[in-house]
């Protein structure tokens, strides 16, 4: 039987409209297929109705909402979801947080090269996963 392949879905969020642009225009360039995101509460919506490979997601997001906020409602909706938090701010509590949880951080502004790098060893990790429990995974750049 023949394995179905799609391009890898990737959830970028991150409320400032023009970055969610150019990160959407990298992946698409690179392959990937992302579904954009301006808002946690768009980020849920996209959990909660799509087939998503990996998130990216800005630590900074509205008022009472963070990325940490996102990644662990996506953790508690996909369970096996890859995520990646981006942010500006660099302190030592935010990466002992990151680190604590499991979660790949990449600090603004982002070098493509290492951007690129993570979600493709991201997807990678994810698809080893799925593949370990017999199910269809993404194809990866």
């Known amino acids: 039987m023949e394995q179905a392949t799609r391009k890898p879905r990737i959830l970028v969020v991150d409320d400032e409209p023009s970055v969610l642009a150019t990160y959407r225009m990298i992946l698409l360039q690179k392959g990937y297929e992302p579904v954009a995101a301006v808002s946690s509460g768009e980020a849920r919506a996209a959990i909660d109705n799509e087939q998503l490979d990996l998130l990216l997601c800005d630590l900074s997001l509205e008022e009472k909402n963070t990325g940490f906020d996102v990644i662990e409602y996506a953790r508690h909706a996909q369970p096996r979801l890859p995520s990646v938090?981006?942010?500006?701010?660099?302190?030592?509590?935010?990466?002992?947080?990151?680190?604590?949880?499991?979660?790949?951080?990449?600090?603004?502004?982002?070098d493509i090269e290492e951007f690129l790098g993570t979600i493709a060893a991201q997807l990678r990790s994810g698809n080893e996963q799925e593949e370990n429990r017999g199910g269809k995974s993404a194809v990866v750049n």
């Open 85 to 110: 938090l981006l942010t500006g701010y660099a302190t030592k509590d935010i990466a002992e947080r990151a680190a604590q949880n499991g979660i790949v951080v990449l600090f603004k502004p982002i």
